[in-house]
């Protein structure tokens, strides 16, 4: 564009040129020319006008050519930046055509990858799908079977409650045939141990009823004791109490006399007190051992508490 504005400035300037005042003056000029010369003489302060005038055309005609040649190197120069601006651009639009490119691929790749991650994802969610199917179906079994499960422990629990009555009656049978059997029995606590190694348990036990009451063997006549012994058998050394005592007597009259005479006072032996009472079984003793902090404070606040066979507390008002 900048070459071709110098052409046509050229070519104007040769125009201009062709049409100068020295050939509208000249004897080779134009028609129009030569007609101007037929004219009557012009004043000499004209021909210097025109003289100065013809200068000041040349001075403005060689500053308009310098400028212009400043313009044409001017353009010449900014058409060169714009040459290299456009090979730069070039460049540079090759360069973005293959990022372009290669961005392209890249989203391709990605497309491709999310549609293989696309395809895997439904099929673990098919996959997760039939687990839960199976699971379902699998928690449906196991309803159906712990229903079955539930019926069968009911009927289990009920059989277990029937069971557990007659365990309780066969217990509560076993110990009362063990507390019939133990009924001509009595039970001596508090009675040391020392006392053994010097008499027998059966004098020791005559000893008592005719220091604690002699009236029993005056109507009753001697004691027939059938067996007598220490309970356990076996001498702990760790434990701080006597032994109890287990005596067996032949004469059931003369063991209730005995109890009866027990629970209206203390009994003593040698300065020892001593405690007899019905000898019962383990279980029954644990179950009326239960009592024996009720029964102590009732007994301090003046009342009459009193536990009836097999274990059952009474307090008299």
């Known amino acids: 564009m900048g070459s071709k504005e110098g052409v046509n400035l050229n070519k104007q300037q040769k125009k201009k040129k062709e049409t100068t005042i020295d050939s509208y003056y000249s004897a080779n000029g134009t028609e129009g020319e030569r007609s101007a010369n037929n004219k009557p003489e012009i004043p000499a302060n004209w021909i210097q006008a025109v003289e100065e005038l013809k200068t000041q055309l040349r001075e403005a005609e060689d500053n308009w050519e310098k400028n212009l ?21 070039k460049v540079k ?6 990022e372009a490119k290669e961005m392209k691929d890249e989203v391709k790749r990605m497309k491709d990858n999310l549609q293989r991650k696309s395809d895997q994802k439904e099929k673990d969610d ?51 045939l063990e507390n019939c059997s133990r009924r001509d029995n009595l039970r001596i606590i508090g009675l040391p141990e020392d ?13 008592i009823i005719q220091e604690n009451c002699p009236e029993i063997l005056e109507q009753e006549g ?5 067996r007598i012994h220490r309970s356990p058998p ?17 004469n059931n009259q003369m063991k209730e006399q005995i109890l009866q005479a027990a629970k209206k006072k203390p009994f003593r032996y ?12 383990a279980s029954t003793l644990k179950d ?27 307090i008299f008002l």
């Open 69 to 89: 040649k400043i313009k044409i190197s001017h353009l010449e120069t900014e058409a060169l930046e714009l040459k290299q601006e456009n090979n730069v651009l």
């Open 93 to 98: 639009t090759i360069q973005l055509e293959n």
């Open 126 to 176: 098919q996959k997760a799908r039939d687990e839960i199917q199976s699971l379902r179906t699998r928690i449906k079994q196991l309803e159906s079977s712990d229903l079955t499960r539930q019926q069968d422990t009911i009927k289990q629990n009920k059989k277990n409650e029937k069971i557990e009555e007659n365990v309780k009656h066969l217990i509560h049978k076993t110990d009362d």
């Open 195 to 207: 006392h053994d190694k010097r008499k027998s348990l059966d004098i020791i036990l005559e000893e």
């Open 222 to 226: 001697k004691v027939e004791i059938e």
């Open 234 to 250: 076996v001498f702990n050394p760790q434990l701080t109490t006597p032994r109890n005592v287990i005596a067996k007597l032949k």
């Open 270 to 281: 040698h300065g020892n007190t001593v405690r007899i009472t019905q000898d019962l079984s």
């Open 288 to 314: 009326r051992k239960a009592w024996n902090m009720i029964f102590w404070k009732a007994r301090e606040l003046g009342l009459q508490p009193r536990i009836k066979y097999p274990s059952k507390l009474t």
